[in-house]
Antibody, heavy 120, light 110 residues
């Protein structure tokens, strides 16, 4: 079965760091664009970051509000994509979803989401 | 304020047809493919339409997508109570070099 599973969310203080992981099964992550999307409580979807396909790492893209603070990366040996988040702010509080595919081709496989809460 | 503009809510009776609009600009909808997502309460989004008009396997043909210029439309026919959900359009914005979503539309089946 083709699926992705996120982990790594939790409660963190403002200014802190977290690393989210997204493990793929049933397909090879490096062959597809991978996207992180978040949803703040009671709000709509927000595209956060994308990583293009490619064995050498791919190209990375970020929404302006996380540039310089978040880094998306991929470990092909583990078929896992990461979202390293630092300097976290209250406004980063959200459910973070990992998805196979990009905004141009459509995201056809989504995880169940992992919750990040930034609060003191 | 979302880059793509959707109506906050739409409603229709069971069996009827509804459309949800998504308005953008030449740098997003006008030059890139649009996809549509359904999010049922408490669940992850689900892809309904990709590349403007295509349906993934398993999505019934009651759901359709179209585009015209800088706007996109999702159509749903034969409405069912199970279609009550939030619907989002999304695409790539070439000027921002980022993905963008609409603010979402809540569908109520009366």
């Amino acid at each position: 079965e083709v699926q992705v599973l996120e982990s790594g969310g939790g409660l963190v203080q403002p200014g802190g760091s977290l690393r989210l992981s997204c493990v793929a099964s049933g397909f090879t992550f490096s062959n597809y664009v991978t996207t992180w999307v978040r949803q703040a409580p009671g709000k709509g979807l927000e595209w956060v970051s994308g990583l293009t396909s490619g064995g050498s790492g791919g190209h990375t893209f970020y929404v302006d509000s996380v540039k310089g603070r978040f880094v998306i990366s991929r470990d092909n040996s583990k078929n896992t994509v990461y979202l390293q988040m630092k300097s976290l702010r209250a406004e980063d509080t959200a459910v973070y979803y990992c998805a196979k595919g990009g905004m141009s081709t459509g995201m056809d496989v989504w995880g169940q989401g992992t919750t990040v809460t930034v609060s003191s | 304020q979302s880059v793509l503009t959707q109506p906050p809510s739409v409603s229709a009776a069971p069996g009827q047809r509804v459309t949800i609009s998504c308005s953008g600009t030449s740098s997003n909808i006008g030059s890139n493919y649009v996809s549509w997502y359904q999010q049922l309460p408490g669940t992850a989004p689900k892809l309904l339409i990709y590349e403007n008009t295509k349906r993934p396997s398993g999505i019934p043909d009651r759901f359709s997508g179209s585009t015209s210029g800088t706007s996109a439309t999702l159509g749903i026919t034969g409405l069912q109570t199970g279609d009550e959900a939030d619907y989002y359009c999304g695409t790539w914005d070439s000027s921002l070099s980022a993905g963008v979503f609409g603010g979402g539309t809540k569908l109520t089946v009366l």
